[in-house]
């Protein structure tokens, strides 16, 4: 089982970034798809989820209206469009899968700086 993230880097206040995180040896399309994120002395935080079931996406409060969570099942892939970022969006992002079990990538890293 893989999960690999990909597309964080460096990006200045008001930009954007596309992160992606391709899935390898479960069946993912059965599998509840989100993005976690971690900053320096913080605790993990749930950003963003897909449902499996009916596309049904959630969100945290401070990325709302912002980010978009999305998933090719075709492509094995779940995606986070990430708009007007900000500086405390810093953070090592996660790719999570959960069925009856839990998955984790090894994380990409977003900072946003001028």
């Known amino acids: 089982v893989q999960l690999v993230e990909s597309g964080g880097g460096l990006v200045q206040p008001g930009g954007s970034l596309r992160l992606s995180c391709a899935a390898s040896?479960?069946?993912?399309?059965?599998?509840?798809m989100s993005w976690y994120r971690q900053a320096p002395g913080k605790e993990r935080e749930l950003v963003a989820f897909?449902?499996?079931?009916?596309?049904?996406?959630k969100y945290a409060v401070s990325v709302k209206g912002r980010f978009t969570i999305s998933r090719d099942n075709a492509k094995n892939t779940v995606y986070l469009q990430m708009n007007s970022l900000k500086p405390e969006d810093t953070a090592l992002y996660y790719c999570?899968?959960?069925?009856?079990?839990?998955?984790w990538g090894q994380g990409t890293q977003v900072t946003v700086s001028s």
């Open positions: 999570n899968a959960v069925r009856l079990v839990v998955y």
């Open positions: 040896g479960f069946t993912f399309s059965g599998y509840h």
């Open positions: 897909i449902s499996s079931t009916d596309g049904n996406t």
